[in-house]
């Protein structure tokens, strides 16, 4: 017996013995080395195509872990888009209006027409957003106000901001839940583009709204008024690429395709505000929308020069006097 147990161990032994060189040879360093190499070359080039708005990612976490460590000092039970959260509001209004300020030279215009109640903001959308993130944050230091935002289902499953989108009072809603939240007397931003706007419109500025009507039965519904909004030389400022008939097949097909961002380029940027478009229950949701849509164009035209230079929006820095024709 103690026989028949020495030779099973000793086989098993030899077992071992005769399968370990073939595991150190198919997961090895020389093999690992190899596959890493690979892995490298597949996984730099993204990580540079990317890296602007990866560092951007990066920045709004550690603005996210530091509201997260005031909300645990704090103790803070209620939403981030409370009142309570005010002051963390106030700080990072700051710190977006100052990169805005001292980055961009960014203002606003026509902050008279904007009502003193609820309205629906209806904007352009740049590659990469920070005009109007700028806008709000300027808005809210300025003003007081918040403006409150629709944003895209998909940035909600992005670790590690959500802190930062309840802040910014940024939310995935419904045409029920708008309707509602622009009853309460608030102001609302919209962009009926969205990410296919962000992705494909380019430095003409063009806006590719489809048949999109929802926002004007929002605010049809609500009976409030229309404020549309466009920032000069945000295209210049951040570009896209890659648009091409593969690219815009992806986006349809799974609808989510972030194209690289590249910029960052120190451009002069000014949101204006347009004349409130007022309630008018004759007028149906398509023609509110093509309304929308025409008021946009014409703050495009009458201030953004087509195509966008860089150098100029640049230069324009340099002017004290925002463009009036």
Request: charged fraction near 20%; aromatic fraction near 14%; proline fraction near 5%.
């Amino acid at each position: 017996m103690i026989a028949s147990t020495a030779l099973e161990a000793s086989g098993e032994e030899d077992a071992v013995t005769w399968f370990t060189p073939i595991l150190r040879n198919w997961i090895g360093f020389a093999y690992l080395g190899d596959y890493l190499s690979y892995a490298l070359w597949l996984i730099v080039p993204v990580l540079l195509v990317y890296s602007l708005p990866l560092a951007i990612y990066c920045f709004v976490c550690v603005v996210n872990f530091a509201l997260y460590i005031y909300q645990k000092k704090n103790n803070m039970q209620e939403h981030p888009s409370s009142k309570s959260w005010d002051k963390a509001r106030k700080v990072v209004s700051y710190l977006v209006r100052s990169f805005g300020k001292i980055w961009h030279g960014f203002e606003i215009i026509g902050l008279e027409h904007l009502p003193e109640g609820s309205g629906l903001i209806i904007y352009y959308h740049g590659a990469l957003g920070i005009d109007y993130a700028c806008f709000v944050s300027t808005l809210y230091i300025l003003t007081g106000r918040c403006c409150y935002s629709v944003s895209d289902h998909f940035l909600f499953g992005i670790p590690g901001i959500q802190l930062v989108l309840g802040l910014t009072g940024c939310g995935d809603r419904n045409k029920a839940d708008c309707v509602a939240f622009l009853k309460k007397g608030e102001l609302l931003g919209i962009a009926p583009g969205g990410l296919r706007e962000q992705n494909f419109s380019d430095g003409n500025y063009n806006l590719i709204w489809g048949n999109r009507t929802g926002f004007a039965q929002v605010a049809t519904e609500a009976k409030v008024p229309i404020i549309p909004i466009f920032t000069q030389n945000t295209r210049e400022a951040y570009w896209t690429f890659g648009n091409t008939w593969l690219t815009r097949w992806l986006y349809e097909s799974i609808r989510w395709v972030i194209l690289p961002v590249y910029g960052g380029f120190p451009v002069k940027l000014r949101t204006y505000i347009g004349e409130p478009i007022p309630y008018d229950p004759n007028i149906t949701a398509k023609e509110l929308a093509e309304k929308t849509k025409t008021a946009i164009e014409n703050l495009r035209d009458r201030y953004q020069k087509r195509p966008g230079n860089i150098m100029k929006a640049f230069l324009e820095r340099f002017d004290k006097h925002h463009k009036e024709n």
